[in-house]
C-alpha cells in the first residue's frame, strides 16, 4: 500500500502539487536533516542543504525512475548538497599525521548511540565526512573519493585515521 500511495505521491509531485510536495517534504525532512547535519555538523547550513535539496527534488521529481527507492534517491541529492556547502569548510588531514596514530586503541568500556555520535562530530572535517559517507551512508571509496573531489587512496586514508580518532575520543568520553 505504500508503494501505490509513494507513486502517487510521486505522480503528484511531478505536477506541481503543492499539498503533495509538503507531504513529501513532512516525510522525510528529518532523514534526510539528519544525514547533512551528521556531515556539515552546523544547524544553519544543514537548514541550507536540506532547503537547496528539496528545490532540487521538486523539480527533478519527473525524473526519478524507481531504480532505487524515493528515500534512498532523495537522500543522494541531500548528500551531496551538504557535500557542496562543505567543500570550502573540509579540510584533509595530511598522510603521515594519519599513519602517526596507534593502529588499535581497545575500548575500555561501553558505548551507546548518544556517545558514538558526540565522539563522530567531534572528529576534523575531512575524516568525518569520509566516515560518514563510508561507514554511515554505504557509499564505496570510489563514489566517495568522486563527490568530495579526492583520490580513493586518500578516501581509505581518512577513513582510517577517523576510526583510530575515534576510539581515542570514545575512551576518553567513556572514561569522563
Same mark, same amino acid.
Not at 31 to 36: G, P, R
Not at 92 to 107: E, G, I, K, S
Not at 120 to 132: D, H, K
Given at each position: 500500500?505504500?508503494? =501505490?500511495?509513494?507513486?502517487?505521491?510521486?505522480?503528484?509531485? &511531478?505536477?506541481?502539487?503543492?499539498?503533495?510536495? +509538503?507531504?513529501? +517534504?513532512?516525510?522525510?525532512? #528529518? /532523514?534526510?536533516?539528519? &544525514?547533512?547535519?551528521?556531515?556539515? =555538523? *552546523?544547524?544553519?547550513? !544543514?537548514h541550507?542543504a536540506?532547503?537547496?535539496?528539496?528545490? *532540487?527534488?521538486?523539480?527533478?521529481?519527473?525524473?526519478?525512475r524507481?531504480?532505487?527507492?524515493?528515500?534512498?534517491?532523495?537522500?543522494?541529492?541531500?548528500?551531496?548538497? /551538504?557535500?557542496?556547502?562543505?567543500?570550502?569548510?573540509i579540510?584533509?588531514?595530511p598522510?603521515?599525521q594519519?599513519? !602517526?596514530?596507534?593502529?588499535?586503541t581497545?575500548?575500555?568500556?561501553?558505548?551507546?548511540?548518544?556517545?558514538?555520535?558526540?565522539?563522530?562530530?567531534?572528529?576534523?572535517?575531512?575524516?568525518?565526512s #569520509?566516515?560518514?559517507?563510508?561507514?554511515?551512508?554505504?557509499?564505496?571509496?570510489?563514489?566517495? /573519493?568522486?563527490?568530495?573531489?579526492?583520490?580513493? =587512496?586518500?578516501?581509505?586514508?581518512?577513513?582510517?585515521?577517523?576510526?583510530?580518532?575515534?576510539?581515542?575520543?570514545? =575512551?576518553?568520553?567513556?572514561? /569522563?
Amino acid at each position: 500500500m505504500k508503494q =501505490n500511495s509513494e507513486k502517487d505521491l510521486i505522480t503528484r509531485c &511531478s505536477k506541481q502539487d503543492r499539498k503533495a510536495q +509538503f507531504e513529501l +517534504f513532512e516525510r522525510y525532512k #528529518v /532523514a534526510l536533516y539528519s &544525514s547533512v547535519f551528521r556531515i556539515l =555538523n *552546523e544547524e544553519d547550513l !544543514a537548514h541550507d542543504a536540506l532547503q537547496e535539496a528539496f528545490i *532540487e527534488i521538486f523539480k527533478g521529481i519527473k525524473k526519478f525512475r524507481g531504480e532505487c527507492t524515493l528515500g534512498f534517491w532523495m537522500k543522494r541529492i541531500a548528500i551531496r548538497k /551538504a557535500i557542496k556547502l562543505a567543500k570550502s569548510r573540509i579540510l584533509f588531514t595530511p598522510l603521515d599525521q594519519v599513519t !602517526a596514530l596507534p593502529d588499535r586503541t581497545p575500548l575500555d568500556g561501553w558505548i551507546d548511540g548518544e556517545l558514538l555520535d558526540v565522539a563522530i562530530r567531534e572528529l576534523p572535517t575531512g575524516c568525518r565526512s #569520509v566516515f560518514l559517507l563510508i561507514e554511515v551512508e554505504g557509499y564505496k571509496h570510489a563514489e566517495c /573519493a568522486a563527490l568530495l573531489s579526492i583520490s580513493e =587512496n586518500t578516501s581509505k586514508s581518512q577513513l582510517s585515521y577517523a576510526k583510530k580518532l575515534l576510539r581515542g575520543k570514545l =575512551n576518553e568520553l567513556i572514561k /569522563a
